[in-house]
T-cell receptor, first 111, second 114 residues
Framework: RKEVEQDPGPFNVPEGATVAFNCTYSNSASQSFFWYRQDCRKEPKLLMSVYSSGNEDGRFTAQLNRASQYISLLIRDSKLSDSATYLCVVNGAGGSYIPTFGRGTSLIVHP | NAGVTQTPKFQVLKTGQSMTLQCAQDMNHNSMYWYRQDPGMGLRLIYYSASEGTTDKGEVPNGYNVSRLNKREFSLRLESAAPSQTSVYFC?????????????FGDGTRLSIL
C-alpha cells in the first residue's frame, strides 16, 4: 500500500458545483497534513493546512479523520480558476518527519 | 520577497555531462529539500537537509549529490547526466523539519537530457 494515496481523477465539474477529494495515509503516527495546489507546469503552492478539528478558508474546507486515516478537501461554488491539481501532503507518513506527497487529484471546472 | 529561487529555469544537457542546480531561500528556513516530478509519478524526494551542515537521502538519490553550502543555499549536482534524469526539479524549504510547518517551493528547473 502506498503511503499517501489520492484518486488521480480528473474530476470534471460545472461552475458552481461542490466537489470533494479524499487522501488516505498509511502511517497512523503521521503528524501534520496539508493541501497544496499545483497549476500546470508550475510549482506547488500551499492551499491550506489541515487541523484535527477541521478548518475552513473561504470556499475551501479541510477535514482530518484520524480513525480512518484520511484527509479531505471540499470546494464549494467551484470557479473556473479552481482548475488545477490538488496534492495532499502528510508529514510522518513513512515513519519519519519527511513530507510525503500524494500524486495529486486533477480538477477541471467547466462553464 | 523572493522566497525560494532556483537557477537555471531551463537546461538541456547531453548524456554524460555534469551540472549543478542552484537553490537559495531568503526566509531563514532551517530545512531544505530537492524533489523531482515526472508525469504520473508525483513529487519524489531526492535529498533533504534538515539543518545547515546535514544532508540525507530521500526516495530517489541515485545519480545525484547535494551540498548545503550555508543556511540559505542547497545545491543539487548531477555528475554524469542520464536520459532518465530528464524531469522537472523543485527545491523547497521549511522553517523546520518535523513540525507543522509547510514547505515553500521554487518555481522549478526543467531539465532535458539528450
Amino acid at each position: 500500500r502506498k503511503e499517501v494515496e489520492q484518486d488521480p481523477g480528473p474530476f470534471n465539474v460545472p461552475e458552481g458545483a461542490t466537489v470533494a477529494f479524499n487522501c488516505t495515509y498509511s502511517n497512523s503516527a503521521s503528524q501534520s497534513f496539508f493541501w497544496y495546489r499545483q497549476d500546470c507546469r508550475k510549482e506547488p503552492k500551499l492551499l491550506m493546512s489541515v487541523y484535527s478539528s477541521g478548518n475552513e478558508d473561504g470556499r475551501f474546507t479541510a477535514q482530518l479523520n484520524r480513525a480512518s486515516q484520511y484527509i479531505s478537501l471540499l470546494i464549494r461554488d467551484s470557479k473556473l480558476s479552481d482548475s488545477a491539481t490538488y496534492l495532499c501532503v502528510v508529514n510522518g507518513a513513512g515513519g519519519s518527519y519527511i513530507p510525503t506527497f500524494g500524486r495529486g487529484t486533477s480538477l477541471i471546472v467547466h462553464p | 520577497n523572493a522566497g525560494v529561487t532556483q537557477t537555471p529555469k531551463f537546461q538541456v544537457l547531453k548524456t554524460g555531462q555534469s551540472m549543478t542546480l542552484q537553490c537559495a531561500q531568503d526566509m531563514n528556513h532551517n530545512s531544505m529539500y530537492w524533489y523531482r516530478q515526472d508525469p504520473g509519478m508525483g513529487l519524489r524526494l531526492i535529498y533533504y537537509s534538515a539543518s545547515e551542515g546535514t544532508t540525507d537521502k530521500g526516495e530517489v538519490p541515485n545519480g545525484y549529490n547535494v551540498s548545503r553550502l550555508n543556511k540559505r543555499e542547497f545545491s543539487l549536482r548531477l555528475e554524469s547526466a542520464a536520459p532518465s534524469q530528464t524531469s522537472v526539479y523543485f527545491c523547497a524549504s521549511s522553517r523546520r523539519q518535523g513540525t507543522n510547518q509547510p514547505q515553500h517551493f521554487g518555481d522549478g528547473t526543467r531539465l532535458s537530457i539528450l
